[in-house]
């Protein structure tokens, strides 16, 4: 019998019916500002997940027990934001209804307005957990509103005050720092102060986007806007599997590396170990 | 006194008023199906442009002698194609209602639409020279109409039969190829054929669209879509200079580097040299 | 309905009953003398094929229309040479019992031997159409015998005298190409005489075996033995499709593409390319 | 109106009048003893500058509030030492002569002879901050005095003892260590003692030069001699924030980035950053 | 007189009778997993250690004080891994029947069982100290048992309980964990409980093999399988020193630097560096 | 017995008093206008050349029946031009006092002007044949005489009009153009006019200059400032064969590779086999 040529981030290879959580790439980066190329991201993340152990020494799981499903890419509409806005979403909405987890590989950051249009409509009382060098609370950028530098004023819009919870942020320019004073639960700099925002959202349903870019370049070079001065990978994982472990996660992204500018492939050995650490960790 | 911190393509730093020719930038890559990263050219082929000289030994010409214009880039509404080519529309519809001909350095080949759209409003009986591996002339790519991959298409809805003469395509789906057997004069696989088509417009306002990776990959590797069995620099540089000295250019544009798959220089060099070909070659 | 996450070579998804020519993968490399990394190469060509077009212009024939399953790669016992060998030509002759022609991707050329072996029991009067730049003669390199170095050698002791017949060898040391006087019929330095022998194997069955090291290194830097002065894509892709469409065919392999020292994706392009070009001329 | 192709450093744009800092390149790299490419540093900064923020959420404030002049690069006579120090002199001997403060972007270090020979002519009680990897103190390099690898023993020679301050100091031959014993204030392996020395340079004029390889080489690799077991890029920013923030700066220069070996850019990035800083930081 | 060209890792250049310690190269890389390309390690360590001191300001000691000889690579039968564990055999039998202490730079981290089967034939209490991110102590990988995730596994085969201590353990399949915990001394994530073990081992023979992976992939890019969440450099060069200057080194290797994933040099860097510091501390 | 860790090009291992040709390595750079580097070509040259084999199937000779030593580099005074032309000038007049032929390997190409000094002195009837891409001719280069772009220029002034015989030459500004109409032999763009220069100069005693960039970049992209449009390695090979074999070569020089910019390795590998065939040829 021959092989088959079916290539799945690790063992995440379960038929659909039985998996709880169910992975899908959205290769989209059309209005990344700087430096494009997140689309090849989950291409990237697949192959080279062959690097990394299916165990996790830190949990002490493996990801041979857990019900997950690599589904593979959405084939975007590159170009049309706001179709592919919708195919996102729709993916996402079929995901939901049949209550699973979604959890969505960027792609820029503007995928997660997708996701998080579906997932708001299922759960009106979601939090946003917002992992983040950038805070991407601009009304519009160079007059484009659909723009990854906007993402998550633009989920605001759906959920207002309070729901959004940012950790790490580190760059923006003073009226996204000011807005977020009046508008979001901002916690700059770095992830410390995870634990007590766990505590808070305890039972409630959350959302949890992590723009990888919250890690020290020196981590994580390969993305489209390197900001100095971020987290090292082990306050990103204690922090991920704090969240996942212990909240109602609800849907999950992961965005924003760039392989491309990934030479030395540490960017996307750093992508597929966290997301390893957060799929033990969703229960 | 001090220096002035102005960077222009090698010598191209003449008033506006005094210039005949305005060149422009016009980073844009939202479109670009396989590898982003146009978005770079017009920065690094004025940074790279100061390793080659302003003299040609092939036409004995100089770039100090020509009056032309760097004008800077457009600041573009990336993620918006619509508005992209607007504003491209209204750059080159303010330099030819001056009576000076645009030169625009892309970005991707999307942005000729935008071009052309100022061109045939002025010049109604305008023929398009299009040099380049691809077609470009699908009715739509992924669902999308306004895509690098359809360029031509939509220039040609434009203008009709008869008026886009391509050269040295080698790649396209078969629906293209037949297109343009009944659509446009197209010449597939080399440039050999250019000098019979220079001696037909003669006199008639031409529009000189490049498609830089109408060369082989091997001396144009930083490109989208490399497309092995292209063209050599002299066959490229020969037909070029035939095509601007002989013919009334009203319009030309240079397209498709992507200087980040250009790790070695050679593309971007290659890009300079044929630009400055060009300008001295427009009469 | 959701996507399914299979990878294949273009549209080389036929079912095992349908194809008539099995694909599939065998990255090895670990006789590598020089710069390894072949072992890469099956993974690379069938995420870059996305790059080019399924249809060819040189031949007006589409991949659509052919039938081909790209079975996947072998998981290979890297590190055990005896056992990969093994494994390459057990897959092999389960093809070949099923009268289907076998394209193997390596990997490095010594993937070559393990097929060979399967090929001449089922066929003992095969010849060997080879295109390389290295003669691969060597008896034994630094006392291994089952080498890259030697893999024609090894495969010269199956069939003897007079049935390899070997093109664009331009590198050897000075017994290999003694050798290659008495035994093998070696064509050195170009492709110009593949005709005169597709002629004279008329009706034959042929196995052929391509090194894309045959290339010129400005065309396919991306390799482990790169020797300059090679020959151009256009020669290669005639050569090729003369052997390929006027020969009986009954395996082949494209092999020593190693995509790490291909920055600028340009060789595994040309992979790409060559591979439909010859699938397309296949009958 | 057409835009100006003027690229400065982010919005460092002011006219020289108003100005209080005056930035300027010195792309100078003749004496590099390994990996040059230091030349290329100030235009990489300027272009890469557009992926960072004007606002600094660290110090609550904003470029656009400072003025500041992006002066261009001095044209230098690459390959006459001499020559080169001496047009740095002048460049910065005007720029003080007006009462404003010379921000010099390298180049390697020993730009920093020529610009400190402007600035002790003028203030001949100055002292040196000085942040590096190395000691740079070395009599002579393989004979050759003027060398990046002498810059301080040279600064020494025209201020004498205890007026040069070395911080993050981990590399050198034992000479050098030795000679900090005596004649400067070597602070090695870190920036810990910095808050001790800005409190007794209080009041007294201050040249801060900054050797970015003080930084660990996983910070930023993109430099001419890499040197593990670097500080931080927050170590860094906190120890330059407060140097600049607290003392009477009277020049400064940043150097030693190489963006050749900048791959991914975070090396830019990093330097990009820091130099916002430093300018937000100086009163 | 001319020049010599004998190029050796800094001032390692002492004749065989004098050296006490014995450098060689062992690049050997066939039975890698995942990246090859160790077999460049020792060449490009050779030409890299340019950019670093003799002198170490840590230790306060110098290269030109210490008696080595570094001795050049051996030549090996790449491809026929049996064979090439039996040249390094005996290349480290005869400096160890010299009483000299042999320094072996990898290649991948199989090269250490072939010298630790000399050194254990002279030491048969002989203790290992191994650094690694990776538990290598699979029994078998893809059926292969001379693998290098296995090398610690034929080491155990070799002495049994309780003489093998591992630090910086963060990577492994479940099984590896599992018999960790009965047959060796694991002491998973860090270098921190190293003080304990050299109290321990005090006065006996002990082989120190350093994988450089156990450096976060931040630090160290440039080698087969990063694994991220790593020690610093600081850490490493700490627990080095104190196991290598307390210890009794009978024999040391430095594996897994892959050169051609290091395309910033900072990887190779740290090599030398930690090399410099390891031959400093060994009595 | 150990091996001896004494790297060479190739089989270039004769002793001093047996060889006839003797290589030394000049890597110098710091008058480089573009891109530096050169630096480093002759350490990249000697460990590449284990990818190419001793043996030319073009002139069936082999570099093991040649006496030729490498003497490794000079350990030059970088940063001080001058100081740096007489070390290569001694070394040069060292080899030619011996009635050997000095081979040097660069660094850039105003290394010619130190060996030439040392060549005329012996020989003042020498003549001059140079290939490369630039004409090298100007008076000064930004005020400086002894710099790369004059290198030619510089030895002019030591033979006068008719002795420098240039090809390829394809980049300059006019006046170096205007210059060699009065003063050299120039037949620009190819080196097709190469034979009847070779029957001129019979006899006579010749300093072949080679500066690689001769090489279109496709096939030469590791240069400081590849120019497009170059000659193919064919044409290069065949060239100076010819007059290497049928000219009494006194001195010889190839310059020009900057492997740093050469990240597939083709340049590399171009540079050793045109050396090797320049050393076969050399009779």
């Not at 990344?32 to 697949?46: D, E, L, M, Q």
């Not at 949990?59 to 041979?64: F, I, P």
């Not at 979601?126 to 519009?140: G, Q, S």
Request: include cysteine.
């Amino acid at each position: 019998m021959l092989n088959k040529n079916i290539e799945t981030f690790l063992d995440c290879d379960k038929d659909y019916e039985t998996a709880e959580i169910i992975m899908f790439g959205a290769g989209f980066d059309s209005t990344t500002s700087f430096r494009p190329g997140a689309r090849f991201a989950p291409n990237a993340i697949r192959s080279e997940s062959y690097g990394i152990e299916t165990y996790s020494p830190y949990q002490n799981k493996s990801l041979e027990d857990k019900k997950v499903m690599d589904s593979g890419d959405i084939e975007l509409c590159i170009g049309d934001t706001t179709a592919v806005l919708e195919q996102i979403q729709n993916r996402a909405e079929g995901i939901l209804s049949d209550n699973k987890i979604p959890l969505m590989i960027g792609g820029e950051h503007l995928v997660t307005l997708g996701m998080f249009r579906a997932v708001c409509k299922k759960y009106p009382d979601v939090h946003i957990i917002h992992f983040d060098a950038h805070a991407d609370l601009r009304e519009d950028y160079l007059g484009v509103k659909n723009s990854h530098a906007c993402v998550l004023r633009r989920c605001w819009e759906l959920v207002g005050d309070g729901r959004i919870h940012q950790f790490g942020i580190r760059s923006g320019d003073k009226s996204e720092f000011l807005f977020a004073e009046s508008h979001t639960d901002m916690h700059p700099f770095g992830l410390g102060d995870v634990s007590d925002t766990v505590k808070k959202l305890a039972g409630k349903p959350v959302y949890f986007t992590l723009d990888l870019d919250v890690l020290d370049p020196s981590v994580f070079p390969g993305t489209g806007t390197p900001e100095p001065e971020g987290v090292s990978f082990a306050e990103l994982r204690k922090a991920a599997t704090e969240v996942c472990s212990n909240l109602n996660i609800v849907a999950c992204d992961v965005n924003e590396l760039s392989p491309h500018y990934d030479h030395s492939g540490i960017s996307t050995a750093a992508a597929c170990k966290i997301i390893r650490e957060i799929i033990l960790a969703i229960d």
